[in-house]
């Protein structure tokens, strides 16, 4: 399946930078005279802050109902390349910034050839300031707070 390659991808570029990732982030904690030790840092980032997924009830879709008409017939979010809608760009085919990172974060996967747009991903954001209106409000004056059994899996895998 194309989204287990792509994690799979991205543990492995996290495991190859794991070492110098971190270096970085002590040299910014000791410039910024932060004396905080980063495991329990990341540990909180993790397990005391939720995961929103933001996204605008009230917008049209590409198939003429509204994202939340959508949502309820469906079941199921959809990805910007399905719903025709974003906030962001949706140049994929064109080599746009998002299509470039993702590009770069998924090491190609998602450009295999092998991968229809509507498999790419559904971001959500971390609510580090818990902000009562989502992590990403731009992106939505609605949101989704992933539950902790759906980010275990991930989060497992992270702290080992």
């Not at 194309?2 to 410039?31: C, P, T, W, Y």
């Not at 399905?82 to 770069?104: C, H, I, P, V």
């Not at 991968?115 to 989704?144: T, V």
Request: proline share 2%; hydrophobic share 35%.
């Amino acid at each position: 399946m194309v989204g287990d390659r792509a994690v799979r991808a991205v543990e492995s570029q996290a495991g190859a930078n794991a070492q110098s990732d971190m270096e970085f982030i002590h040299e910014l904690l000791l410039k910024s005279s932060i004396d905080a030790d980063i495991e329990l840092i990341k540990h909180k980032l993790l397990y005391a802050c939720d995961v929103t997924i933001n996204f605008h009830p009230d917008r049209f879709s590409n198939n003429g109902k509204l994202i939340l008409e959508s949502l309820l017939a469906d079941g199921e979010y959809h990805n910007q390349y399905k719903s025709g809608t974003s906030n962001g760009g949706r140049t994929a085919y064109e080599g746009g910034d998002r299509d470039l990172w993702e590009k770069r974060l998924f090491c190609g996967i998602y450009h295999d050839g092998t991968s229809e747009l509507i498999n790419r991903p559904k971001y959500g954001a971390l609510n580090i300031h818990n902000y009562l209106d989502g992590a990403s409000a731009r992106f939505g004056s609605c949101f989704f707070t992933l539950k902790p059994h759906v980010l275990e899996p991930i989060l497992s895998r992270v702290i080992s």
